[in-house]
């Protein structure tokens, strides 16, 4: 009865092997060769695999010939009468070679390859100890024909030859075919859960590292240090992703393709990119060396280099950039930035830096909340004028703002007459009891205005 591993079509192409008197009679004729064919084992999947060759891993070569010696002894049991066994020893392989980040190409590739070798090797044998009587058509080796072998004879019947070739072929195919699918399944089943383990050793990575940790941690600090986090000059930059619509990042497989163009953005460049998702955003932590030494000049800015890079996501990403942080002690700050920065961001300023943001724009976006409770009791006819006014009213104190209350040139800014200005100006001041034309006076409009969202 086959295995799981093997499947049932191995154990029939055995069975039919013992019928025709192969099994078990050719297995001494095996031992003979052995050593041979497993050198022109691995000679022919040197000569046809690149990749084993290319390979700079020491231990792939020695797995090589070590693999191809189990092979050889899992086949010489089969022919000596053992039953399709689990095929575990492919499945430790393919484990190993997953755990290598060994390509499965070249190893599937290499046991077609191994299956020339291999059904020669096994249909010499064949042929060395092929009967008349346990050659007739489904006639198993039993009685005399098992006690009587014969070496290679001419007296063979030409249709037994070609029986057992066939046979001896069918069984090759199954053999290679069983393994190669075996170890198809525990690679990729493998190379999962390598991804899923290295995901979660991520996470916690990147969880450590943007809330913080306690230093006198031993065991978080060697998690760090082995992670290479606590490597001297070196800067942290720490980027925030969320898709233009919000509810998008709610699906797993959207969240990911950011995840992966986060990471990918700076694949090429001596970045270092720690990824993940966390809430409905993307976080990523970018770290790379400061300066090579202490006597070196420092690189630009960890933050003005990946900005760049961070613009190619496309359209329908909006990101918030934190500045430069020295350590990783430091990188919590870096995330609060990012924070910030994001909020700002928008469909046509995609990737904002904190360090870019006016002083006036953080300290509104900072405090617009906590005013609101005390806004002037003014505000809110300021704010009905100007909707009547169509907004004129607020863009006459911003252009006032932005020509130095230059009130010649504002007009100029605005499309319109100096006096029109004068005249909202005058309006401004009946409402409010404040001169726009005052530096302190338009101060207060402006933050007023800004806070109250108008």
């Known amino acids: 009865m086959a295995s799981a591993g093997a499947g049932p ?21 095996l031992d003979k060769t052995v050593r041979e064919v497993a050198q022109q084992l691995r000679a022919a999947v040197l000569s046809e695999v690149p990749a084993f060759s290319a390979s700079h891993n020491p231990e792939v070569l020695p797995d090589l010939e070590r693999h191809a010696g189990e092979h050889l002894a899992e086949l010489r ?54 009967s008349t009587k346990a050659g007739r058509r489904g006639e198993p080796a039993t009685g005399a024909a098992t006690e ?16 057992v070739a066939a046979a001896v072929a069918t069984f090759a195919m199954e053999y290679t075919s069983a393994i190669s699918i075996v170890a198809d399944a525990e690679y990729v089943s493998h190379t999962r859960a390598l991804a899923e383990a290295e995901g979660d050793r991520r996470n916690e990575l990147l969880g450590i590292l943007v809330s913080g940790y306690d230093e006198a941690d031993a065991r978080v600090a060697r998690l760090l240090k082995r992670a290479g986090y606590l490597e001297q000059r070196v800067s942290f930059c ?3 992703a969320q898709s233009t619509d919000p509810l998008e990042m709610e699906q797993p497989a959207r969240a990911q393709r950011i995840v992966e ?6 694949a090429s460049t001596a970045v270092r990119a720690l990824v993940g998702q966390r809430g409905n955003v993307v976080t990523a932590v970018y770290s790379s060396v400061r300066r090579a030494s202490g006597w070196t000049a420092p690189q630009a800015a960890l933050a003005e280099r990946i900005r760049p890079q961070l613009l190619t996501l496309g359209p329908a990403v909006l990101i ?36 870019g943001l ?29 909707a009547k006014a169509a907004g004129a009213l607020v863009k006459t104190l911003r252009a006032l703002a932005d020509a130095d209350m230059n009130v010649q040139r504002a007009a100029r800014d605005l499309h319109v007459h100096a ?36």
């Not at 079509?9 to 004729?29: E, I, K, N």
């Not at 689990?86 to 060994?102: I, K, N, S, T, Y």
């Open 358 to 386: 006016p002083i006036r724009r953080l300290l509104i976006h900072r405090g617009a909340d906590y005013v609101q409770p005390a806004l002037p009791v003014w505000l809110g006819d300021l704010r009905e004028a100007d």
């Open 77 to 130: 049991r089969l022919i000596g009468g053992g039953p399709a066994g689990d095929l575990e020893f492919v499945r430790a392989h393919a484990r190993h070679r997953a755990a290598q980040r060994f390509p499965l190409d070249a190893t599937l590739q290499a046991y077609r390859c191994g299956h020339d070798v291999l059904s020669r090797w096994i249909a010499g044998a064949a042929t060395a100890t092929s």
């Open 419 to 454: 006096n029109t200005l004068y005249a909202r100006i005058a309006r401004i001041d009946d409402l409010t009891g404040l001169n726009a034309q005052r530096y302190h006076d338009l101060t207060h409009l402006l933050l007023a205005a800004d806070c109250g969202r108008l």
């Open 9 to 29: 079509s191995l154990q029939r192409a055995l069975d039919r092997l013992a019928a025709l008197g192969v099994v078990p009679r050719a297995a001494p004729a």
């Open 261 to 266: 163009a986060m990471a990918e953005a700076v």
């Open 320 to 355: 918030g950039l934190s500045s430069d942080q020295p350590s990783t002690s430091f990188i919590p700050r870096g995330l609060h930035e990012a924070t910030v920065a994001l909020d700002f961001a928008n469909v046509s300023e995609r990737v904002v830096a904190f360090s």
């Open 148 to 163: 009587v072998a014969t070496e290679v004879s001419a007296e063979v019947p030409a249709e037994v030859a070609a029986e």
């Open 238 to 240: 720490v980027a925030l």
